[in-house]
């Protein structure tokens, strides 16, 4: 669904630590102290195009509300969580300083109040991710660029109306503004084809093309030149006016470059690199700086005496321009960066969350938390439900309400997998602590301590009799437990690497991890029955019903079902998409049908008998598991966007997706019904769409001024 995620993947650092090194030069004139030539910002107007939305239609593909119920003067509306589901990817922070957009996973742009952190609105429209986001100089229009869509939307921020999509050629990595706001240069990650608008005609005035992926842009803020970082090349400096590259800078066979900030004067470039981040003299093609250590983003501050720089993540470095000596490191960090137009802000970001520095106090602000915790919760067909992966805490919760029941305390690690007893009683969690500890779930109480691993415990799998639990560990074991003893009664230790996912029937366990080796074990007798060739790294495992044929997923796009026996293929169900990695398998009650999950964002419900597709589903986010309810007549489907779908399998049509925040767990109907238990406004907006404006409003604002009224009971989740 979502071409180039492993690209995206491998390249996540560089990628994000590229964004908006531009904005660090766009400075008011009258604050600059360099001679740069003087370019006016006027306002410019951008016409709307022809809406395209009908009546009664859903916003995006990506919304919560897929299938929203008609309001009188509503075009389209949908209930939306305040917080990105799923990382960031792309941040930009208004010519005034006052506000921040971000866009990422989701496909939604959220707009943030930069001094407190507080969510405004939310811009709805895109059908993919958000790959970039760049707000015009005149500070009217935010442009933000789409991957699977190939497409630029442009945004009014201040009436939330989509003024004009353009048209690219593949998945959009960059999106730069022209100085005077009269032209916008969009890049193509896939093809590397970088096109340049009239964006108040809407018409393409030019294109280059450069064979790779642009990991960045930056305009130069005189407006003759664009300096290009693509990979595997050097640094482009294309002229504008002449419309060719006049210069390259740089030496792609022993450095790589990430990102790019221009000096207020246009006179230097600044190039974070893997060996350091050089200065170069843009007349004479010379370095004239190089500051130590690897970089990976850079902006130069509007009046020109300090550079920022940040690498991975790690705390924000300044440097003096005057002497090139570094200054006290700041206290945020963040992958990417930019400066606010007036150098009084500093902005770094990651894939989680917004810092900005304000120069004057020389303190943070409040962060923006945009996208809340990672965890998503883990169902079951039980009563209760749980969530806590990625931090030391278990959160139990009624799924019949959302309520949070109790927290389950004793991990001193994040936690890396919880798995459910067949009672839905009793559950297991893994931790980087190296212990799995057992939790009575109805009393809220823990069980037992496992401890015998020497490194982190990845994976968990119960012995149907709830009796045994076996856990998978970096320390390339596997150890089955007795739960009442909390003794340890057998060590597999023929592991090739780390064991990262099981599955277990009670006699034959398979375990498999980073290889494409996957051992099966008879555990009865503790010894090693074989092993099965997976394509690459195993991703996915899942033994029948009646335990006789086994199915697994790798990195490509096939699933396979296996005669455990002898290691045959007995069949090979594939379906193209990009990555097409099978993450998440489920077999049916009955073994007639099997579910997977993909890291393409699809899931898909498998006729054994026929070898086809029953159903090929939306997931909008890379599956991490799938599970049938006990009747089967629902899918439910959990991803890296702390949601679960729950996929009604005749039709295969999408009845509700449940989210998981801090301290609470909201459901959305497809219908637009909501349901959530907190002493608090449930973390979720309303998003309208109407003639002339899209508007964010609180939920009882929403139902106040449409007369609409919710109704929980209609929000279904299993069967």
């Known amino acids: 669904m979502v071409a180039r995620d492993s690209m995206r993947w491998q390249m996540v650092v560089g990628f994000v630590a590229s964004l908006f090194a531009s904005f660090g030069v766009l400075a008011d004139e009258k604050e600059s102290e360099t001679k740069s030539k003087s370019r006016s910002v006027a306002p410019v107007e951008i016409k709307v195009e022809p809406r395209k939305l009908g009546p009664g239609g859903a916003l995006s593909v990506r919304t919560l509300v897929t299938r929203p119920m008609g309001i009188p003067g509503v075009i389209g509306w949908t209930i939306e969580s305040k917080r990105h589901r799923g990382y960031l990817i792309a941040v930009a922070i208004s010519p005034d300083a006052k506000q921040v957009a971000t866009g990422g996973l989701d496909g939604i742009i959220r707009l943030w109040d930069a001094e407190t952190g507080e969510f405004q609105r939310a811009l709805v429209g895109h059908d993919s991710y958000i790959y970039d986001l760049a707000w015009s100089p005149d500070g009217h229009t935010l442009a933000a660029g789409g991957s699977h869509e190939a497409q630029t939307k442009l945004w009014d921020v201040r009436t939330g109306l989509l003024l004009r999509s353009l048209k690219h050629d593949s998945w959009v990595s960059k999106v730069v503004w022209s100085p005077d706001g009269r032209m916008l240069l969009v890049c193509g990650g896939e093809s590397g084809n970088a096109k340049f608008w009239d964006v108040s005609l809407g018409i393409e005035r030019g294109k280059v093309e450069h064979g790779k992926h642009v990991v960045s842009a930056v305009w130069s803020p005189d407006g003759e030149t664009v300096a290009f970082v693509v990979t595997g090349q050097a640094v482009q400096l294309f002229d504008v006016s002449a419309f060719k590259v006049r210069k390259s800078l740089g030496n792609p066979a022993t450095e790589t470059a990430y990102n790019a900030s221009w000096s207020p004067d246009s006179k230097q470039l600044a190039v974070a690199t893997n060996l350091g981040t050089q200065i170069w003299d843009v007349e004479s093609e010379m370095v004239k700086q190089t500051l130590a250590g690897p970089m990976t983003a850079v902006a130069w501050e509007p009046n020109g005496k300090m550079l920022a720089t940040s690498y991975s993540g790690q705390a924000v470095q300044t440097w003096d321009t005057s002497t090139w000596k570094p200054l006290k490191p700041l206290t945020i960090a963040g992958t990417g960066l930019m400066w606010s137009p007036d150098g009084s802000r500093l902005c770094a970001f990651s894939t989680v969350n917004v810092q900005l520095w304000n120069v004057t106090t020389e303190k943070p602000l409040t962060p923006i938390d945009a996208t809340g915790p990672a965890s998503r919760a883990v169902w079951t067909t039980g009563k209760i439900m749980a969530s806590g992966i990625g931090t030391p805490t278990v959160l139990l919760w009624e799924i019949a309400s959302g309520k949070l029941l109790r927290k389950l305390e004793g991990h001193t690690a994040p936690i890396t997998a919880i798995a459910w007893a067949s009672n839905d009683k009793t559950l297991a969690s893994a931790s980087y602590d190296k212990t799995v500890r057992v939790w009575d779930a109805v009393k809220g109480e823990q069980i037992k301590k496992l401890e015998g691993h020497t490194d982190v415990v990845a994976t968990l799998s119960w012995a149907p009799n709830g009796k045994l639990l076996a856990s998978g560990s970096y320390d390339k074991t596997v150890r089955l437990w007795d739960v009442a003893t909390g003794k340890s009664t057998k060590t597999l230790d023929k592991h090739p690497a780390a064991v990262t996912i099981m599955d277990w029937n009670g006699k034959m366990l398979l375990a498999g991890g980073p290889t494409n080796l996957v051992c099966v074990w008879n555990t009865t007798t503790g010894q090693q029955v074989r092993k099965v060739e997976i394509s690459g790294a195993a991703q996915s495992l899942a033994w029948s019903p009646d335990g006789k044929v086994l199915a697994g997923g790798g990195v490509d796009e096939s699933l396979r079902i296996f005669n455990p026996a002898n290691g045959q293929v007995l069949s090979s169900l594939a379906l193209a998409g990009s990555p097409p990695s099978v993450t998440a398998l489920a077999w049916s009650t009955k073994g007639e049908t099997i579910a997977s999950g993909r890291g393409n964002h699809t899931a898909q419900i498998w006729n054994l008998q026929t070898g086809k597709t029953i159903h090929s589903v939306a997931t909008m986010a890379p599956v ?96």
Do not use: H
């Open 624 to 719: 991490q598991e799938v599970m049938w309810s006990e009747s089967n007549r629902t899918l439910a489907v959990g991803t890296a966007d702390r949601c679960v779908r729950f996929f009604d399998t005749t039709s295969g049509k999408i009845r509700s997706t449940m989210i998981t925040d801090s301290d609470q767990v909201t459901a959305v109907s497809a219908e637009g019904y909501y349901r959530a238990v907190t002493d608090t406004e449930p973390e979720l907006v309303c998003v309208v769409q109407m003639e002339t404006t899209q508007d964010t409003y609180s939920l009882a604002e929403f139902a106040k001024k449409f007369r609409w009224k919710n109704a929980p009971k209609e929000v279904r989740l299993g069967d």
